[in-house]
């Protein structure tokens, strides 16, 4: 991959005494994988073609202060921090993380996901394993995989990703020069499907793209006096 630095602007001088710098990675990048695997992509995508790895922003002036941080921008591990400050009076904390997690790229399943959670299989294929277990009521191990051979022919791909998306701001100020007061909240969202266990109804174990979904909040009031 080819990666370019550039030093965004550094001025000074402004009417108010400002200062603005900033710094950019960018670049090109071409990858090449021997087989699709989830491993080369287990924590974020490797994309192939323009990509900005870092972004760097800061303003500085006689009363305020504001930086923006971003990597892996526009990517699905990206983050993102924002933070302003005015004469260390009022604090401002922003950031969101994006947190992939590719289980597989090959992993295959008879089942449908007919609902969120409800995992049903074709219903030739419950009434061929009904018929074989009629036939061979001690259906051994070595019967039963020369049957499913047959009907993974019919398999389709299974979602095994999962995407955590982490949202958090601060916020403290000080009222009074002995005062000082903080809120905070926080989001943790994290969707997809992972492997789960099941079975066919007896005793060979397959696994299943698992649903999840579940988010998480945190909040926080605080105040000090000094």
Request: no cysteine; proline share 5%; aromatic share 12%.
């Amino acid at each position: 991959a080819l990666m370019i630095s550039l030093l965004m602007l550094n001025t000074s001088g402004w009417a108010d005494a400002k200062k603005v710098a900033g710094e950019v990675d960018a670049g090109w990048q071409t990858g090449y994988v021997s087989s699709n695997e989830a491993a080369f992509e287990t924590y974020g995508s490797v994309p192939n073609g323009a990509i900005l790895p870092h972004v760097e922003l800061e303003a500085t002036g006689d009363h305020d202060q504001v930086g923006f941080e971003a990597n892996n921008a526009l990517q699905n591990n990206q983050s993102y921090d924002f933070s302003a400050n005015h004469d260390y009076k009022v604090k401002l904390d922003a950031s969101y993380d994006q947190l992939p997690h590719d289980w597989s790229n090959t992993g295959q399943t008879l089942y449908n996901e007919v609902s969120p959670g409800n995992f049903r299989l074709p219903s030739q294929i419950q009434s061929n394993f009904q018929s074989e277990l009629s036939a061979h009521p001690a259906l051994t191990t070595p019967q039963f995989n020369n049957q499913y051979a047959n009907y993974m022919t019919a398999a389709q791909n299974a979602n095994l990703q999962t995407q955590s998306n982490n949202t958090k701001v601060d916020l403290g100020f000080r009222p009074s020069q002995n005062t000082k007061v903080d809120l905070g909240f926080e989001e943790l969202r994290t969707e997809g499907h992972m492997p789960g266990g099941a079975s066919f109804g007896f005793s060979q174990a397959v696994e299943l793209p698992l649903p999840v979904e579940y988010r998480t909040y945190n909040m926080n009031l605080g105040t000090q006096y000094f």
